[in-house]
């Protein structure tokens, strides 16, 4: 049975992954808005880079599990597109944390 589940795919394995994607995006959202708060404190940048290699990770294995998956819950087309865009929030939020912290001197 665990060889036929693993087969058809199960339901609650992918949107589990949604669900972790959108919690990263919503942690680098939250690591931002603690680096704007406090500029000094540039901590939260290292926070943005682990939020976006979690983030990717996961994109990643939703990619996978695509491939590998006979029969998906929702078209394949449409969990690639969800897993992308998801992915692409925390990657311009990392960038700015980035040239804000180098630009805070000049500022």
């Known amino acids: 049975m665990f060889s036929l ?3 058809f795919g199960r339901p609650d394995r992918f949107f589990g992954l949604l669900e972790g994607l959108a ?3 919503v942690s680098c959202i939250e690591s931002l808005g603690k680096l704007l708060a406090n500029p000094g ?3 939260h940048l290292g926070e943005l880079k682990a939020h976006r290699a979690r983030s990717k990770q996961i994109a990643e294995e939703i ?3 695509v491939v590998t998956t006979f029969v998906t819950v929702l078209e394949r087309e449409d969990l690639e597109a969800l897993a992308t865009a998801l992915y692409k929030i925390p ?4 960038k700015f944390a980035e040239r804000f912290v180098m630009a805070k001197p000049f500022i």
């Open 63 to 65: 990619s996978e599990l």
């Open 41 to 43: 404190d540039s901590a």
């Open 91 to 94: 990657k311009p939020m990392e």
């Open 23 to 25: 919690a990263e995006s």
């Open 5 to 7: 589940q693993r087969f």
